[in-house]
């Protein structure tokens, strides 16, 4: 009464006996799987907060670095252009203006290739390192 399968993707057999005690050999692997990710995940969790904690960091620290950069370079064009300084000092402080402008837009790119390109790489990975642990095969993102 019991029948017998076997999988050619992972060339295992598996078990299905359909009684009373159904007993399922492909969902008792999968369970210790889950059990071990679920230690390791608490074990290690120090680690991957820390490394979390760091990347958010880099992206809000240089996000607001670009824009306080970008607020000080145009407040400094509007002051050299309102105030009643002399000449000298109005074009020394638009030009400065205009570096500290021109900083904020260079680093908008690599901030911009951080959050599009590498963020959702990384998600990816840590996804499809889960997806291994737990041998699942399904994985869409």
Known sequence: AGQYSYNNSQNTAQYEYNN???YNKKNDERAIK????IIIAAVTF???SGILGVII???FGLGGTIIGLGVAGIS???VAIVSGYGFATSVLLMGIG???FGVAILLVIPEALFCIKFLPWLFKQVA?????ITGRKEFNV
């Not at 889950?34 to 990710?37: D, F, G, K, P, W």
């Open 128 to 132: 499809e390192l889960i997806h291994k």
């Open 46 to 48: 120090p680690i991957w």
């Open 34 to 37: 889950i059990i071990v990710a």
């Open 20 to 22: 009373a005690g159904q």
């Open 57 to 59: 960091g880099i992206v």
């Open 76 to 78: 400094l064009i509007v």
């Open 98 to 100: 205009l570096i500290l």
